[in-house]
């Protein structure tokens, strides 16, 4: 099995803009799509990404996805931060017999 | 909108066992695949269980494989997850989740979720 890892923790401020990374271990990023789930504080996840960087409807536009086969990772970006944003956000992603989460980021907007 | 109502969960002791239940609607149930996922107090999420839309197909973490089984009931939308053998490290929230489609590889991509029901093995 693989593993998806996350930076423990980010900070930044209102209006600004964040990048949280998700690196594979083993097998490449770009075989199998990368999910994004945000996490407030108390709540149940909801999907912010999925397919890489497609965004459900009422999530809005400046959640953004992509992956980088170079760097064998996938990265979630919020441009415009608003203390809103502030949660947990996990990465997915998969294989035939597997799920697998990334450990998870808490994103801290001050 | 999707909507998935989790029940079920409560104190067990270890050892013990317990049925999950998850009634769905707002969406047709028999087209989709579906997954549990688990989460330990201030822990991350973990997957636990994907199921195929005819119930034929299953694939468990190796963590609660041949203690875990997922089922679903079609006719009444909805989704189980019997957990048998309890161990202290299965104590977590449980979510039931709604897959974007029913077939490999988008039955892996998560669009729902449901509010979770907690699940406390302890004497």
């Known amino acids: 099995n693989f593993m998806l890892t996350q930076p423990h923790s980010v900070s930044e401020s209102p209006g600004k803009t964040v990048t949280i990374s998700c690196t594979r271990s083993?097998?490449?990023?770009?075989?199998?799509?990368v999910q994004w789930y945000q996490q407030r504080p108390g709540s149940s996840p909801t999907t912010v990404i999925f397919?890489?960087?497609?965004?459900p409807s009422g999530v809005p536009d400046r959640f953004s996805g992509s992956v980088d086969s170079s760097s064998n990772s996938a990265s979630l970006t919020i441009s415009g931060l608003k203390t809103e944003d502030e949660a947990d956000y996990f990465c997915q992603s998969y294989d035939a017999t597997t799920v697998v989460f990334g450990g998870g980021t808490k994103l801290t907007v001050l | 909108e999707a909507q998935l109502v989790e029940s079920g969960g409560g104190l067990v002791q270890p050892g013990g066992s317990l049925r999950l239940s998850c009634t769905a609607s707002g969406f047709t149930f028999s087209n989709y695949a579906m997954n549990w996922v688990r989460q330990a107090p201030g822990k991350g999420l973990e997957w636990v269980s994907v199921?195929?839309?005819?119930?034929?197909?299953?694939h468990h973490a190796d963590s609660v494989k041949g203690r875990f089984t997922i089922s679903r009931d079609n006719s009444k939308s909805m989704l189980y997850l019997q957990m048998n053998s309890l161990r202290a490290e299965d104590t977590a929230i449980y979510y039931c989740?709604?897959?974007?489609?029913?077939?490999?590889?988008?039955?892996?991509?998560?669009?729902?979720w449901g509010q979770g029901t907690l699940v406390t093995v302890s004497s």
């Open positions: 989740t709604k897959a974007i489609h029913g077939a490999y590889p988008r039955s892996r991509v998560i669009d729902y």
């Open positions: 397919e890489d960087n497609q965004r």
């Open positions: 199921i195929s839309v005819d119930g034929g197909n299953t």
């Open positions: 083993s097998g490449s990023i770009a075989n199998n799509y």
